[in-house]
């Protein structure tokens, strides 16, 4: 039964349902695998693994004669539902507010400390599994040793011999069926193994969220073949494959219910799983994670190469951690979109409907005190994580953000009202898995930040612009920005030469010189959060244009706003000013580019429309430079990208290519690991997503109206190449093929509506109207060749 094989016949996704007549891009990919490649097992936690299904991860090491899976549950976190008021806030609000009105912004930076909160709590590990193999493995042919991540199937699977003895382990996590699962075989039976399992601390009287991992073994020849050892340990003989099988559950049911309270039970739900899985052989579980994992995977497909009759060089054994420290020199297309995948991959493996929002390191986790607690941070880290699902064909994968929105719209109320005095709802900075809404603990300069609900918010929008949904954007979308914009509309407060401000105010994680010569980091309507507010109020109106709405007295509130928002402003250098006063800058080169949030991912910046202020913003790049972590890496490559210079997209692109070394990671700024995550140091995965949806943007770009095709291709570096399954706002689906720098064939379709678009390319543009349920193929002139049904 285990030896079948499935031939699967699968549905067709967005990326095959158009083809170009020249074929340059499509048929040298065979030759490119989309894998992460490794000669030797894994040193470090970096070299390791990852596989995910949204909800359970692991990562793998691929050790030979001892192997470590660290394993991971996206509801493992400390503490329990939390106060995030404060109860003394409104006084201290009014005494920094007046120290701004003042100009005293060093005394209202340390006042402030006053409205700041406590650290959030904290994401943890479920455990690790652990294999040991006799002492002949010690012998293994190093020469012969493979340990691979296959992006196409999500699966890992290490390979190597022993004497003649061929060895293989597989490695992949399900969603449909909640499980993760793995294989080791042999091609010679009899071949010896035992697993330690991990340690369980038991504990009376819990408060916390309580879990239960069970974990089952299956092997061929019978339970005559198992020993338990020492009531730990099992000991596994002469067989001839072996299949594990691990469920995990926790007690956490949402954020709002003490663990105590409770009424899960994560044993008996581990139990059930269990044998639901069991109706199934490993090779019909292997199946049903390919097809629900493809299906997803399948939807965009990306070709780059450097010359028209150029074949994808045959990677062989060469590492993956090899490939990126070569990169520098050759440049390698496929090495791009090895990464530009990669993202997707580890959207899928940790964000799907009904779990928890990607955190700072994904789901993938191995310490008791991660860096930054593994915490969602609002102030662009877990909107980074989101950037690539909408425009790379992952709708479902951000569920889980609009999920959590609404659990911090909930705790959000409660802050705003005793906090702020204010209606609505808001949250800060940083948050956790039970919807932290209040400031971080610490200084001003990071923790008092009031827009990160407001940033969410935009991304509910923005999925309306892509997806059309109207159900979603009255039931879902409308409430949560109803209740982000009262509170902005509270938070606003008349100031200087008549227009509306945020007081107090800061710039994520940024400080200034005040005119007093003292370092201070609050101040008043910074620019970052004018762009956010001027984002949301637009997205607003714009929704209630749909449902019906614009005659409500808040949309009214809002019109009548808009016009008193402070304008983004030039400062003396001919940069972006940061702040409502151009105040000195101790760290032109700071890693955070808020002021730019207007630019990218915001859209009151833009080529056509405000050729001044995008002057201003190529100065502001300019200016800011090159280093910065990985995150700040692939925001600068979007911004360049939404600038339309091709030539500074490209560099931030190449400049991410920069393998680091784990025992000396303080020497980096941003990079690769050796299995492609993102460094900020440490590992953040912001970046990877960030990666993905740049590259994105460098190839298309869209508003409702406008459809922009390559606009910034770095036509010296990617020639010749091809993209299939791009989704643009509007509803509208995207494929483009290239060649030798210039567009050849690009096709568009809609399922949702008609709609008209206007496209753009290279300084020609021509509108075109896309009718529902046809596939339309265009050439290098914008004139339509060809339709068919798309059904």
């Not at 005494?95 to 060093?106: C, F, H, I």
Request: aromatic letters at 10%; proline letters at 5%; charged letters at 25%.
């Amino acid at each position: 039964m285990e030896d079948c094989e499935w031939v699967l016949v699968k549905e067709p996704t967005d990326r095959d349902i158009w083809s170009p007549s020249l074929k340059n891009g499509e048929e040298s990919s065979s030759s490119r695998p989309l894998e992460i490649r490794f000669n030797e097992a894994a040193k470090h936690w970096t070299d390791a693994l990852p596989i995910g299904n949204g909800r359970l991860g692991a990562m793998i090491w691929g050790g030979v004669s001892s192997e470590i899976l660290n394993l991971n549950e996206d509801t493992l976190w400390t503490g329990t539902p939390g106060d995030y008021t404060k109860p003394e806030a409104p006084k201290s609000l009014a005494e920094v507010r007046k120290l701004v009105d003042n100009g005293q912004y060093a005394e209202a930076t340390e006042a402030a400390v006053q409205l700041t909160d406590n650290s959030p709590d904290v994401y943890q590990l479920l455990g690790d599994i652990k294999l040991e193999f006799d002492d002949s493995h010690g012998t293994f042919q190093e020469e012969k040793y493979e340990r691979v991540l296959d992006l196409d199937t999500a699966t890992v699977k290490v390979n190597y011999s022993v004497g003649d003895v061929e060895f293989a382990r597989e490695y992949f996590a399900s969603n449909p069926d909640q499980v993760i699962a793995a294989k080791v075989s042999a091609n010679k039976p009899g071949c010896p193994g035992k697993r330690k399992p991990p340690k369980v601390d038991a504990n009376d009287n819990p408060k916390g969220i309580q879990f239960t991992a069970i974990l089952d073994l299956q092997i061929s020849g019978g339970s005559d073949n198992l020993q338990v050892l020492d009531n730990r340990r099992f000991r596994v003989e002469h067989c001839d494959w072996a299949i594990i099988l691990l469920v995990a559950s926790s007690s956490f049911n949402g954020p709002f219910i003490k663990p105590a309270d409770s009424k899960r039970d994560p044993k008996s739900e581990c139990s059930s799983m269990l044998n639901s899985i069991k109706k199934f052989s490993y090779s019909e579980l292997y199946a049903r994670h390919l097809d629900d994992y493809q299906k997803l995977f399948h939807r965009v497909s990306l070709q780059l190469s450097k010359s028209s009759d150029s074949v994808a060089k045959e990677s062989g054994r060469v590492s993956t951690a090899d490939r990126v420290k070569s990169f520098k020199t050759d440049e390698d297309p496929s090495l791009v979109e090895l990464l530009f995948q990669y993202g997707r991959y580890l959207l899928i493996a940790c964000s799907r409907p009904g779990t928890q929002p990607a955190n700072l390191q994904g789901i993938w986790n191995c310490m008791l005190e991660p860096p930054w607690d593994c915490a969602p941070h609002l102030n662009i880290n877990l909107q980074m994580n989101y950037w690539p699902a909408l425009s790379c064909n992952l709708k479902e994968c951000q569920e889980p953000l609009y999920d959590y929105t609404t659990s911090l719209s909930l705790s959000g109320c409660k802050t705003a009202k005793v906090n702020y005095e204010a209606s609505g709802w808001v949250a800060h900075q940083v948050s956790d898995i039970w919807a932290k809404t209040s400031p971080d603990r610490g200084q001003a300069v990071w923790a008092l930040w009031q827009m990160g609900g407001a940033w969410i918010c935009t991304h509910l929008w923005e999925h309306y612009t892509y997806t059309l949904d109207k159900a979603f954007l009255a039931n879902k979308t409308y409430p949560l920005l109803e209740g982000c914009t009262s509170f902005l509309l509270d938070w606003l407060i008349e100031g200087r030469g008549g227009y509306l401000e945020t007081n107090p105010s800061t710039s994520p994680e940024h400080a200034f010189i005040a005119p007093d010569g003292k370092a201070a980091s609050v101040s008043y309507s910074s620019t970052m959060d004018m762009s956010i507010i001027k984002e949301v109020f637009s997205d607003i109106v714009s929704a209630a244009e749909v449902l019906g709405k614009s005659d409500d007295d808040l949309i009214k509130r809002v019109l009548k706003a808009q016009p008193h928002l402070c304008p983004t402003r030039i400062a003396r250098d001919g940069s972006i000013m940061e702040w409502a006063q151009d105040f000195e800058d101790p760290e032109i080169h700071h890693r955070h580019v808020s002021h730019l949030f207007g630019l990218f991912p915001g859209h009151t910046i833009g080529v056509r429309g405000t050729p001044a202020l995008c002057k201003a913003a190529d100065y502001t790049l300019y200016k800011r430079g090159e280093e910065g972590p990985g995150w700040s890496t692939t925001w600068k490559t979007a911004l360049w990208a939404r600038l339309h210079n091709s030539e500074h997209a490209y560099r931030m692109v190449k400049h991410l290519f920069d393998l680091v070394d784990p025992d000396h990671e303080a020497n980096f700024e941003g990079g690769l690991y050796s299995n492609l995550f993102t460094a900020h140091p440490p590992f953040q995965i912001d970046a990877n997503f960030g990666f993905s949806a740049a590259v994105a943007e460098m190839l298309v770009q869209s508003t409702m109206r406008d459809l922009y095709l390559l606009p910034a291709l770095p036509r010296d570096k990617w020639p010749n190449g091809c993209v299939k399954g791009l989704k643009a706002r509007g509803g509208v689906t995207v494929s483009i093929c290239w060649n030798e720098g210039d567009l050849h064939e690009f096709g568009l379709w809609s399922n949702g509506r008609t709609t008209t678009k206007r496209l753009h390319y290279r300084g020609r543009s021509i509108a075109t109207k896309i009718l529902t349920g046809k596939v339309y193929t265009f050439n290098k002139q914008l004139n339509c060749v060809k339709t068919y049904a798309l059904f």
